[in-house]
Structures are given as C-alpha cells and as structure tokens.
C-alpha cells in the first residue's frame, strides 16, 4: 500500500519556469491538499480538493493552481516560478465523511528551489 | 482569528529526560486536535488524535497528550526522551467552522543531547 506519492522528489527551476508537482494517493481518499512548509511557518494550506471534481484556494494560493483530475491525482502547478516559491510542498489526503476521518496522510514531500 | 499556536520554536532535552511540547489553539467550534511528527528529510507522521472522550490520549512511540479545553490547549509530553526522537513537531487541529481542513501550528525543533 503505497499511501501518498509525490514527484518529483526534488526540483530545480529558474524564475519564470513553470511546472507540475504530480500527487496520487491510493486509500480512496475524497479530500486532498497541497500545502508549503517554510522554516518557523509551519505548513500552510495552498489548494484543497473536498471530492473530486472540487477544488477550493487556501491560505496561500497565489502563483498557484491545481487539477483534481480524478479520485487519486491532485497535481499543483506554478506557471511562472518565482524565488517566493522556493519551498518544500506536501500533498496530503484524507477520507472526510466525519470528525473520525478527518486524519490526513502524507507524501514525502517536493523540495523544490526557484533560482 | 484561528489560530494555533506552538510557543517554543525550539527545545533541547537531554536523553531519557522528559520532554513536554506546547499547543494552544484559538477556534470557536469543537477542535479535533493532533500531533504530527517529521523526521529530517521525511513527511508527517501521525502521533495521536483527540476527537473526543478521554482527554489523555496515547500515541505512537511512547507519547501522550493532554486537551484541556479551559485553556485551549493540547500539550505533547514523553516521559523519557530518546535520540530517535529528534525531529519537529508539529500540532494541528480541524473544525467544523474550517471546513476540517487541517491548520498546523509553526512547529518546534527537538534536539536531544547525549
């Protein structure tokens, strides 16, 4: 069971690039999220995705956007990348339907850096 | 505004002492409450969870938790630290008026001396 998956692992980008961090889950989750960990901020929410078909901004979704493209995938993508946006990204699920389900699982996380 | 507050950024215990992380949270609704864990180099990993009932929880790895909803606050303590503890901690909490989307505190760094 592999849980969450994210890739790339690691990235490189220079200012104005844009790509897509892909995310698959495979526990039949209906909510997924995109969050960025800074250093002494924490994990801040970008995008979340309740069910398919749904997707909603979080705090910080500028410079941002996402696809919920079936169940499983939950991809992000940064169409101009900008030094702002050098960070490590975690996409997480969880199964919602109730305050039981509301634990979240998480990839491994994107590293990613804006030169 | 809610919020979820960590005041110690970061913490250095000495092995097999006890250790004790602070969370205060700020929201109207009931919260549901945890504790992530990560390792260097890793994702979160889940330590425990408040829901309801018992407001002494237990966790993975030897930790427990306590909510105490006078003070808005859910502690993470450890009664004896050990080197693979290391790591940072993070606590989070969902409610209702959040749509259950999980908020996370900023985190705070264990180190723990031989």
């Known amino acids: 069971n592999a849980g969450v998956t994210q890739t790339p692992k690691f990235q490189v980008l220079k200012t104005g690039q844009s790509m897509t961090l892909q995310c698959a889950q495979d526990m039949n989750h209906n909510s997924m999220y995109w969050y960025r960990q800074d250093p002494g901020m924490g994990l801040r929410l970008i995008y979340y995705s309740a069910s398919e078909g749904t997707t909603d901004k979080g705090e910080v979704p500028n410079g941002y956007n996402v696809s919920r493209l079936n169940k499983r995938e939950f991809s992000l993508r940064l169409e101009s990348a900008a030094p702002s946006q050098t960070s490590v990204y975690f996409c997480?699920?969880?199964?919602?339907?109730?305050?039981?389900?509301?634990?979240?699982?998480f990839g491994q996380g994107t590293r990613l850096t804006v030169v | 505004a809610q919020s979820v507050t960590q005041p110690d950024i970061h913490i250095t215990v000495s092995e097999g002492a006890s250790l004790e992380l602070r969370c205060n949270y700020s929201?109207?609704?009931?919260?549901?409450l945890f504790w992530y864990v990560q390792s260097p180099g890793q994702g979160l990993q889940l330590l425990l969870k408040?829901?309801?009932?018992?407001?002494l929880v237990q966790g993975i790895k030897g930790f427990e938790a306590e909510f105490k909803r006078s003070q808005s606050s859910f502690n993470l303590r450890k009664p004896s630290v050990h080197w693979s503890d290391a790591a940072e901690y993070f606590c989070?909490?969902?409610?209702?008026?959040?749509?259950?989307?999980?908020?996370f505190g900023a985190g705070t760094t264990v180190t723990v001396r031989a």
């Open positions: 929201y109207g609704a009931t919260p549901y």
């Open positions: 989070a909490v969902v409610t209702r008026s959040n749509d259950y989307k999980l908020s």
């Open positions: 408040y829901f309801s009932g018992d407001t």
């Open positions: 997480a699920s969880s199964a919602k339907g109730g305050p039981m389900n509301t634990e979240a699982f």
